[in-house]
Protein backbone atom coordinates (compact mmCIF):
# COMPACT_ATOMS: atom_id res chain seq x y z
CA UNK A 1 0.00 0.00 0.00
CA UNK A 2 1.27 3.16 -0.61
CA UNK A 3 1.43 5.94 2.32
CA UNK A 4 0.13 9.29 1.71
CA UNK A 5 2.33 12.43 1.75
CA UNK A 6 -0.30 14.56 2.93
CA UNK A 7 -4.62 14.72 2.81
CA UNK A 8 -4.36 13.88 -0.71
CA UNK A 9 -3.38 10.10 -1.76
CA UNK A 10 -0.47 11.15 -3.63
CA UNK A 11 3.35 11.26 -3.02
CA UNK A 12 5.48 14.28 -3.76
CA UNK A 13 8.83 13.23 -5.25
CA UNK A 14 11.39 16.04 -6.38
CA UNK A 15 12.12 15.41 -10.60
CA UNK A 16 15.69 14.86 -10.82
CA UNK A 17 15.29 14.72 -15.09
CA UNK A 18 16.67 17.17 -16.91
CA UNK A 19 13.72 18.32 -18.42
CA UNK A 20 12.71 22.13 -18.73
CA UNK A 21 9.61 23.09 -17.30
CA UNK A 22 8.36 26.70 -16.27
CA UNK A 23 5.04 27.55 -14.51
CA UNK A 24 5.38 30.92 -16.28
CA UNK A 25 5.12 29.53 -19.69
CA UNK A 26 2.80 33.03 -20.31
CA UNK A 27 5.16 35.35 -19.68
CA UNK A 28 7.26 34.84 -22.43
CA UNK A 29 3.91 37.55 -24.03
CA UNK A 30 5.07 40.53 -22.17
CA UNK A 31 8.76 39.79 -23.39
CA UNK A 32 7.90 39.73 -26.90
CA UNK A 33 5.12 43.06 -26.01
CA UNK A 34 8.34 44.49 -24.80
CA UNK A 35 9.91 43.95 -27.71
CA UNK A 36 7.73 45.06 -30.03
CA UNK A 37 7.46 48.34 -28.46
CA UNK A 38 11.21 48.92 -29.05
CA UNK A 39 11.79 49.40 -26.16
CA UNK A 40 15.50 47.30 -26.05
CA UNK A 41 16.63 49.87 -29.17
CA UNK A 42 14.77 52.81 -26.72
CA UNK A 43 16.47 52.02 -23.05
CA UNK A 44 20.09 52.26 -24.16
CA UNK A 45 19.69 55.08 -25.75
CA UNK A 46 18.25 57.32 -22.79
CA UNK A 47 19.95 55.25 -20.12
CA UNK A 48 23.76 55.10 -20.33
CA UNK A 49 24.52 53.79 -16.94
CA UNK A 50 27.16 51.23 -17.72
CA UNK A 51 30.60 52.26 -17.61
CA UNK A 52 31.70 49.10 -18.35
CA UNK A 53 31.13 46.10 -19.92
CA UNK A 54 28.72 43.54 -17.76
CA UNK A 55 27.02 40.33 -17.66
CA UNK A 56 23.36 42.60 -17.56
CA UNK A 57 22.83 45.39 -19.73
CA UNK A 58 19.96 48.40 -19.01
CA UNK A 59 17.54 46.77 -21.05
CA UNK A 60 17.96 43.68 -19.37
CA UNK A 61 17.19 45.07 -15.75
CA UNK A 62 14.16 46.70 -17.04
CA UNK A 63 12.54 43.84 -19.11
CA UNK A 64 13.64 41.71 -15.45
CA UNK A 65 11.43 44.22 -13.60
CA UNK A 66 8.58 44.65 -15.96
CA UNK A 67 8.69 40.47 -15.43
CA UNK A 68 8.75 40.01 -12.07
CA UNK A 69 6.01 42.81 -11.53
CA UNK A 70 3.82 41.12 -14.56
CA UNK A 71 4.15 37.72 -12.78
CA UNK A 72 3.21 38.89 -9.09
CA UNK A 73 6.81 39.75 -7.66
CA UNK A 74 6.27 42.67 -5.20
CA UNK A 75 9.86 43.06 -3.76
CA UNK A 76 13.76 42.33 -4.74
CA UNK A 77 13.52 38.85 -3.35
CA UNK A 78 11.12 37.55 -5.77
CA UNK A 79 13.72 38.12 -8.24
CA UNK A 80 15.08 35.00 -7.45
CA UNK A 81 11.60 32.93 -8.27
CA UNK A 82 12.66 33.88 -11.87
CA UNK A 83 16.48 33.98 -11.94
CA UNK A 84 16.01 29.93 -10.78
CA UNK A 85 13.40 28.92 -13.38
CA UNK A 86 15.63 26.75 -15.39
CA UNK A 87 13.28 27.49 -18.76
CA UNK A 88 13.06 31.47 -18.76
CA UNK A 89 16.68 32.42 -20.08
CA UNK A 90 16.04 29.68 -22.72
CA UNK A 91 13.32 32.36 -23.95
CA UNK A 92 15.09 35.26 -23.60
CA UNK A 93 14.80 36.71 -20.01
CA UNK A 94 17.98 37.25 -18.40
CA UNK A 95 16.99 37.93 -14.64
CA UNK A 96 19.76 39.44 -12.65
CA UNK A 97 19.86 38.65 -8.57
CA UNK A 98 18.18 40.68 -6.09
CA UNK A 99 21.20 42.50 -4.88
CA UNK A 100 22.00 43.61 -8.67
CA UNK A 101 18.68 44.40 -9.33
CA UNK A 102 18.80 46.80 -6.13
CA UNK A 103 21.90 48.24 -7.02
CA UNK A 104 20.60 49.03 -10.91
CA UNK A 105 17.48 51.14 -8.78
CA UNK A 106 19.82 52.95 -6.52
CA UNK A 107 21.91 54.61 -9.12
CA UNK A 108 19.41 56.50 -9.91
CA UNK A 109 19.73 58.16 -6.86
CA UNK A 110 21.49 61.78 -6.30
CA UNK A 111 21.63 62.64 -2.96
CA UNK A 112 22.53 66.14 -3.67
CA UNK A 113 19.56 66.99 -5.06
CA UNK A 114 17.40 66.32 -2.30
CA UNK A 115 19.15 69.37 -0.39
CA UNK A 116 16.11 71.77 1.07
CA UNK A 117 13.69 68.44 1.76
CA UNK A 118 12.95 68.17 5.30
CA UNK A 119 9.82 66.94 6.84
CA UNK A 120 7.34 70.24 7.64
CA UNK A 121 7.98 71.47 4.08
CA UNK A 122 6.61 70.73 0.39
CA UNK A 123 9.57 69.90 -1.70
CA UNK A 124 9.45 68.46 -4.93
CA UNK A 125 13.21 67.72 -6.00
CA UNK A 126 14.53 68.03 -9.97
CA UNK A 127 14.46 64.78 -10.90
CA UNK A 128 18.16 62.90 -11.75
CA UNK A 129 19.45 62.17 -15.47
CA UNK A 130 17.70 58.34 -14.95
CA UNK A 131 14.98 59.04 -13.86
CA UNK A 132 14.87 61.38 -17.15
CA UNK A 133 15.88 58.68 -19.05
CA UNK A 134 13.06 56.29 -17.55
CA UNK A 135 10.49 58.93 -18.77
CA UNK A 136 11.83 59.00 -22.07
CA UNK A 137 11.73 55.13 -22.47
CA UNK A 138 7.81 55.80 -21.61
CA UNK A 139 7.38 58.17 -23.88
CA UNK A 140 9.18 56.26 -27.42
CA UNK A 141 6.23 53.14 -25.37
CA UNK A 142 2.85 55.51 -25.66
CA UNK A 143 4.27 56.83 -29.59
CA UNK A 144 5.07 52.65 -31.00
CA UNK A 145 1.81 51.98 -28.74
CA UNK A 146 -0.59 54.62 -30.70
CA UNK A 147 1.46 55.02 -34.42
CA UNK A 148 -0.84 53.13 -36.18
CA UNK A 149 -4.04 54.90 -34.91
CA UNK A 150 -2.88 58.74 -35.08
CA UNK A 151 -5.15 59.53 -32.19
CA UNK A 152 -6.72 63.42 -32.70
CA UNK A 153 -7.85 63.54 -28.69
CA UNK A 154 -7.01 62.46 -25.39
CA UNK A 155 -8.53 62.28 -22.00
CA UNK A 156 -6.17 62.85 -19.14
CA UNK A 157 -7.39 62.25 -15.63
CA UNK A 158 -5.11 63.54 -13.26
CA UNK A 159 -4.52 62.18 -9.11
CA UNK A 160 -2.38 61.35 -6.37
CA UNK A 161 -2.33 58.33 -4.53
CA UNK A 162 -0.78 57.56 -1.13
CA UNK A 163 2.21 54.55 -0.54
CA UNK A 164 1.75 53.88 2.95
CA UNK A 165 5.21 53.31 4.18
CA UNK A 166 6.60 53.01 7.73
CA UNK A 167 10.18 53.88 6.99
CA UNK A 168 11.84 57.25 8.75
CA UNK A 169 13.28 58.48 5.55
CA UNK A 170 9.13 59.02 4.92
CA UNK A 171 6.95 62.19 5.72
CA UNK A 172 3.91 62.24 7.02
CA UNK A 173 0.60 62.82 4.67
CA UNK A 174 -2.40 64.73 5.19
CA UNK A 175 -4.11 61.09 6.43
CA UNK A 176 -1.78 61.08 9.61
CA UNK A 177 0.24 58.41 8.14
CA UNK A 178 3.99 58.09 7.40
CA UNK A 179 4.11 57.92 3.29
CA UNK A 180 4.64 59.29 -0.40
CA UNK A 181 2.21 60.63 -2.16
CA UNK A 182 2.93 60.44 -6.36
CA UNK A 183 0.97 61.77 -9.35
CA UNK A 184 -0.37 60.09 -12.24
CA UNK A 185 -1.47 61.24 -15.51
CA UNK A 186 -3.91 58.81 -17.50
CA UNK A 187 -4.59 58.64 -21.22
CA UNK A 188 -8.05 57.44 -20.74
CA UNK A 189 -8.88 56.63 -24.58
CA UNK A 190 -5.74 54.70 -24.50
CA UNK A 191 -5.67 53.17 -21.10
CA UNK A 192 -2.00 54.56 -20.71
CA UNK A 193 0.29 56.27 -17.79
CA UNK A 194 1.62 59.35 -19.53
CA UNK A 195 2.88 60.92 -16.75
CA UNK A 196 4.39 60.47 -13.49
CA UNK A 197 5.63 62.25 -10.28
CA UNK A 198 6.84 60.54 -7.33
CA UNK A 199 6.57 63.23 -4.60
CA UNK A 200 6.78 62.74 -0.65
CA UNK A 201 3.91 62.08 1.62
CA UNK A 202 3.89 66.02 3.13
CA UNK A 203 3.64 67.48 -0.46
CA UNK A 204 -0.19 68.50 -1.14
CA UNK A 205 -1.79 67.36 -3.74
CA UNK A 206 -2.27 70.57 -5.78
CA UNK A 207 1.34 71.64 -5.55
CA UNK A 208 3.04 72.19 -9.21
CA UNK A 209 0.16 70.07 -11.40
CA UNK A 210 1.10 72.36 -13.97
CA UNK A 211 4.58 70.47 -14.55
CA UNK A 212 2.62 67.00 -14.57
CA UNK A 213 0.20 68.29 -17.20
CA UNK A 214 3.04 69.58 -19.26
CA UNK A 215 5.27 66.14 -19.06
CA UNK A 216 1.93 64.64 -20.12
CA UNK A 217 1.70 66.70 -23.15
CA UNK A 218 5.03 66.22 -24.30
CA UNK A 219 4.39 62.33 -23.57
CA UNK A 220 1.29 62.49 -26.66
CA UNK A 221 1.67 61.83 -30.10
CA UNK A 222 1.45 64.62 -32.22
CA UNK A 223 -1.28 64.14 -33.93
CA UNK A 224 -3.18 64.50 -30.46
CA UNK A 225 -4.78 68.64 -31.04
CA UNK A 226 -7.34 68.25 -28.45
CA UNK A 227 -6.66 67.66 -24.72
CA UNK A 228 -9.78 67.01 -22.38
CA UNK A 229 -8.17 67.47 -18.99
CA UNK A 230 -10.47 66.17 -16.18
CA UNK A 231 -9.45 66.02 -12.33
CA UNK A 232 -10.71 66.85 -8.44
CA UNK A 233 -10.24 70.05 -6.70
CA UNK A 234 -6.47 69.62 -6.22
CA UNK A 235 -5.84 70.95 -9.93
CA UNK A 236 -8.17 73.96 -8.78
CA UNK A 237 -5.29 76.07 -8.93
CA UNK A 238 -4.98 79.67 -10.93
CA UNK A 239 -2.00 78.84 -12.22
CA UNK A 240 -3.17 75.77 -13.64
CA UNK A 241 -6.14 76.75 -14.94
CA UNK A 242 -4.58 79.98 -16.74
CA UNK A 243 -2.38 77.69 -18.34
CA UNK A 244 -4.90 75.33 -19.65
CA UNK A 245 -6.71 78.66 -21.25
CA UNK A 246 -4.17 79.98 -23.12
CA UNK A 247 -3.57 79.92 -27.01
CA UNK A 248 0.13 78.24 -27.56
CA UNK A 249 1.05 77.97 -31.05
CA UNK A 250 2.02 74.12 -31.50
CA UNK A 251 0.33 73.35 -28.21
CA UNK A 252 -2.86 70.84 -28.38
CA UNK A 253 -6.18 72.89 -27.38
CA UNK A 254 -7.31 72.03 -23.42
CA UNK A 255 -10.77 71.62 -22.49
CA UNK A 256 -11.12 71.10 -18.86
CA UNK A 257 -13.85 69.86 -16.09
CA UNK A 258 -12.51 70.28 -12.91
CA UNK A 259 -14.26 70.16 -9.40
CA UNK A 260 -13.94 73.79 -7.62
CA UNK A 261 -13.16 74.88 -4.07
CA UNK A 262 -16.66 74.90 -2.41
CA UNK A 263 -16.05 78.26 -0.57
CA UNK A 264 -18.08 80.40 1.14
CA UNK A 265 -18.34 83.13 -1.89
CA UNK A 266 -20.00 79.69 -4.03
CA UNK A 267 -22.28 78.02 -1.58
CA UNK A 268 -23.40 81.32 -1.17
CA UNK A 269 -24.22 82.34 -4.66
CA UNK A 270 -25.19 78.15 -4.82
CA UNK A 271 -27.96 78.82 -2.15
CA UNK A 272 -29.91 81.68 -3.93
CA UNK A 273 -30.56 79.93 -7.02
CA UNK A 274 -34.33 79.83 -7.35
CA UNK A 275 -35.65 76.40 -7.02
CA UNK A 276 -36.39 76.09 -10.43
CA UNK A 277 -33.57 76.64 -11.72
CA UNK A 278 -32.02 72.84 -10.40
CA UNK A 279 -32.06 69.73 -13.19
CA UNK A 280 -32.42 66.16 -12.03
CA UNK A 281 -28.65 64.83 -12.16
CA UNK A 282 -29.56 60.82 -13.81
CA UNK A 283 -27.41 58.45 -14.35
CA UNK A 284 -27.42 55.01 -16.52
CA UNK A 285 -27.97 51.40 -15.27
CA UNK A 286 -28.91 48.08 -16.34
CA UNK A 287 -32.12 49.80 -16.54
CA UNK A 288 -31.96 52.61 -18.58
CA UNK A 289 -31.82 56.69 -16.84
CA UNK A 290 -32.68 56.74 -13.35
CA UNK A 291 -33.25 59.87 -11.15
CA UNK A 292 -31.46 59.61 -7.53
CA UNK A 293 -30.72 62.15 -5.06
CA UNK A 294 -29.03 64.43 -6.62
CA UNK A 295 -29.70 67.79 -8.78
CA UNK A 296 -27.51 70.33 -10.75
CA UNK A 297 -27.81 73.84 -11.89
CA UNK A 298 -25.66 76.55 -13.76
CA UNK A 299 -23.94 79.29 -11.47
CA UNK A 300 -23.11 82.67 -12.45
CA UNK A 301 -20.08 82.84 -10.31
CA UNK A 302 -16.69 84.67 -10.97
CA UNK A 303 -14.12 84.05 -8.42
CA UNK A 304 -12.79 86.87 -5.53
CA UNK A 305 -9.46 85.87 -7.16
CA UNK A 306 -10.08 85.48 -10.82
CA UNK A 307 -7.57 83.93 -12.90
CA UNK A 308 -9.11 85.36 -16.19
CA UNK A 309 -7.37 87.67 -18.22
CA UNK A 310 -8.51 90.64 -19.92
CA UNK A 311 -10.99 89.46 -22.90
CA UNK A 312 -11.00 85.59 -21.82
CA UNK A 313 -14.31 84.15 -21.86
CA UNK A 314 -15.32 83.46 -18.62
CA UNK A 315 -15.36 79.91 -16.79
CA UNK A 316 -18.25 77.73 -16.36
CA UNK A 317 -19.94 76.96 -12.92
CA UNK A 318 -21.95 73.83 -12.35
CA UNK A 319 -23.38 73.10 -8.92
CA UNK A 320 -24.70 69.95 -7.70
CA UNK A 321 -27.08 69.26 -4.63
CA UNK A 322 -27.14 65.97 -2.67
CA UNK A 323 -31.18 65.74 -0.94
CA UNK A 324 -31.43 63.25 1.77
CA UNK A 325 -33.00 60.10 1.30
CA UNK A 326 -35.49 60.68 3.21
CA UNK A 327 -36.14 64.50 4.06
CA UNK A 328 -34.41 64.82 7.07
CA UNK A 329 -31.09 67.09 7.69
CA UNK A 330 -27.86 65.55 7.05
CA UNK A 331 -25.37 65.17 10.12
CA UNK A 332 -24.15 69.18 10.30
CA UNK A 333 -27.89 70.18 9.83
CA UNK A 334 -28.02 71.24 6.52
CA UNK A 335 -30.79 70.95 3.96
CA UNK A 336 -28.44 69.65 1.06
CA UNK A 337 -24.69 68.93 0.21
CA UNK A 338 -23.13 71.33 -2.31
CA UNK A 339 -20.09 70.75 -4.67
CA UNK A 340 -19.30 72.48 -7.84
CA UNK A 341 -17.30 71.67 -11.29
CA UNK A 342 -15.72 74.26 -13.07
CA UNK A 343 -15.16 73.99 -16.73
CA UNK A 344 -14.11 76.27 -20.14
CA UNK A 345 -16.64 73.53 -22.50
CA UNK A 346 -19.70 75.39 -22.74
CA UNK A 347 -20.71 73.44 -26.18
CA UNK A 348 -22.06 70.88 -23.77
CA UNK A 349 -25.18 70.40 -22.42
CA UNK A 350 -24.46 70.49 -18.61
CA UNK A 351 -26.53 67.05 -17.40
CA UNK A 352 -23.96 65.49 -20.16
CA UNK A 353 -20.71 67.48 -19.04
CA UNK A 354 -21.02 66.71 -15.51
CA UNK A 355 -21.57 62.44 -16.21
CA UNK A 356 -18.60 62.90 -18.33
CA UNK A 357 -16.03 64.42 -15.64
CA UNK A 358 -17.58 62.23 -13.00
CA UNK A 359 -16.30 58.82 -15.53
CA UNK A 360 -12.73 59.90 -14.51
CA UNK A 361 -13.58 58.32 -10.79
CA UNK A 362 -13.88 55.01 -12.80
CA UNK A 363 -10.44 55.37 -14.67
CA UNK A 364 -7.98 56.52 -12.26
CA UNK A 365 -9.41 54.09 -9.35
CA UNK A 366 -8.87 51.63 -11.64
CA UNK A 367 -5.24 52.33 -12.46
CA UNK A 368 -4.19 53.56 -8.53
CA UNK A 369 -5.84 50.09 -7.70
CA UNK A 370 -3.46 48.04 -10.03
CA UNK A 371 -0.90 49.96 -9.62
CA UNK A 372 -0.71 49.12 -5.77
CA UNK A 373 -2.58 45.91 -5.32
CA UNK A 374 -1.80 43.99 -9.06
CA UNK A 375 1.35 45.19 -9.27
CA UNK A 376 4.52 46.59 -7.05
CA UNK A 377 3.12 49.90 -5.85
CA UNK A 378 2.05 49.36 -2.51
CA UNK A 379 5.30 49.49 -0.54
CA UNK A 380 8.12 51.50 -1.54
CA UNK A 381 11.42 48.87 -0.93
CA UNK A 382 14.02 50.98 -0.83
CA UNK A 383 15.91 53.50 1.48
CA UNK A 384 16.79 56.00 -1.38
CA UNK A 385 14.33 58.49 -2.70
CA UNK A 386 15.08 58.61 -6.00
CA UNK A 387 15.30 54.80 -5.80
CA UNK A 388 12.05 54.65 -4.76
CA UNK A 389 10.49 57.20 -7.61
CA UNK A 390 12.24 55.18 -9.98
CA UNK A 391 10.84 51.62 -8.71
CA UNK A 392 7.38 53.73 -8.75
CA UNK A 393 8.19 54.19 -13.30
CA UNK A 394 9.44 50.95 -13.73
CA UNK A 395 5.77 49.89 -12.41
CA UNK A 396 4.26 52.60 -14.15
CA UNK A 397 6.07 51.30 -17.60
CA UNK A 398 4.77 47.52 -16.43
CA UNK A 399 1.14 48.59 -16.64
CA UNK A 400 1.92 50.36 -20.02
CA UNK A 401 3.32 47.15 -20.99
CA UNK A 402 0.94 44.85 -20.47
CA UNK A 403 -1.90 47.34 -20.70
CA UNK A 404 -0.72 47.54 -24.47
CA UNK A 405 -0.41 43.63 -24.62
CA UNK A 406 -4.12 43.18 -24.00
CA UNK A 407 -4.76 45.82 -26.84
CA UNK A 408 -2.44 44.89 -29.47
CA UNK A 409 -3.06 40.78 -28.82
CA UNK A 410 -5.77 39.96 -26.82
CA UNK A 411 -9.84 40.12 -27.89
CA UNK A 412 -11.30 43.28 -27.01
CA UNK A 413 -13.05 41.48 -24.28
CA UNK A 414 -10.05 41.36 -22.46
CA UNK A 415 -9.27 44.35 -22.17
CA UNK A 416 -10.71 45.20 -18.95
CA UNK A 417 -9.65 42.38 -17.65
CA UNK A 418 -7.68 42.16 -13.94
CA UNK A 419 -4.41 41.39 -14.06
CA UNK A 420 -4.58 38.90 -11.32
CA UNK A 421 -6.98 37.10 -14.10
CA UNK A 422 -4.35 37.59 -16.64
CA UNK A 423 -2.33 35.27 -14.26
CA UNK A 424 -4.24 32.95 -14.06
CA UNK A 425 -5.71 32.52 -17.46
CA UNK A 426 -2.31 33.04 -19.56
CA UNK A 427 0.69 34.03 -17.42
CA UNK A 428 1.09 31.05 -14.93
CA UNK A 429 0.44 28.72 -17.55
CA UNK A 430 2.89 25.55 -17.52
CA UNK A 431 4.76 24.79 -20.21
CA UNK A 432 7.49 22.64 -21.39
CA UNK A 433 10.66 23.85 -23.14
CA UNK A 434 12.48 21.50 -25.93
CA UNK A 435 15.38 22.82 -27.69
CA UNK A 436 15.93 20.53 -30.64
CA UNK A 437 17.68 21.19 -34.03
CA UNK A 438 18.94 24.48 -33.35
CA UNK A 439 15.22 25.42 -32.44
CA UNK A 440 12.79 26.40 -29.53
CA UNK A 441 9.90 24.72 -28.61
CA UNK A 442 7.66 25.92 -25.87
CA UNK A 443 5.24 23.02 -25.32
CA UNK A 444 1.62 23.86 -23.74
CA UNK A 445 -0.77 21.04 -22.39
CA UNK A 446 -2.98 19.98 -24.87
CA UNK A 447 -6.54 20.94 -24.68
CA UNK A 448 -5.73 24.00 -22.73
CA UNK A 449 -8.29 26.83 -23.35
CA UNK A 450 -5.37 29.73 -23.32
CA UNK A 451 -3.61 27.69 -25.98
CA UNK A 452 -5.38 29.43 -29.44
CA UNK A 453 -5.73 32.35 -27.24
CA UNK A 454 -1.60 32.40 -27.16
CA UNK A 455 -1.14 31.48 -30.47
CA UNK A 456 -2.92 33.96 -32.06
CA UNK A 457 -1.74 36.94 -29.65
CA UNK A 458 1.67 36.22 -30.59
CA UNK A 459 0.86 36.01 -34.24
CA UNK A 460 -0.88 39.91 -33.81
CA UNK A 461 2.56 41.26 -31.44
CA UNK A 462 4.66 39.98 -34.83
CA UNK A 463 2.29 41.97 -36.81
CA UNK A 464 2.32 44.83 -34.16
CA UNK A 465 5.96 45.06 -34.13
CA UNK A 466 6.94 45.60 -37.93
CA UNK A 467 4.04 48.27 -38.41
Known amino acids: ?42 IPK ?17 ESFISVFAAGGDCF ?14 LGLKVPSPESARFFVNAFHEEEKLLGRIPHEAFIPEETE ?25 TIDMDALIIESDKREAF ?60 DAAAYVHELLDWCREEIP ?31 LRKVNEKGWVIGRKEWAEVEFVPTKSSRKKGMKPDRYLAIRIRPAQGELFADGNRYHYFAVVSNMWSWEGERLLGWQRERCGTKE ?25 WFRLNVLAYNVLAVMKRQSLPCSWWAIR ?30 PSFPLYQEARKKLLIFSSA
Not at 47 to 62: M, S
Not at 77 to 90: E, T, V
Not at 421 to 441: D, K, N, P, T
Open 250 to 280: GRPRIEFAISADMTEELRAVIQKLPEEAWNP
Open 77 to 90: DDFQLLRRDPALPK
Open 366 to 390: KVIDVLKNDLACGSVPCKRFFADAA
Open 130 to 154: GLQGLEKVNRDLIHKATLGEAPWRA
Open 46 to 62: HLPFQKRPGKYEEADYV
Open 1 to 42: MNIAQGLLPFQLVEDTSHVLITSFGGLPLVMETFRALGLLQS
Open 419 to 448: LKALRFHLLHVAGRLIVHGRRIYLKIAKGH
Open 172 to 231: YTYQGDRGYQPVIAYWAEQDLVVADQFRDGNVPAGTRLREVLQKALRALPSTVRLVRFRS
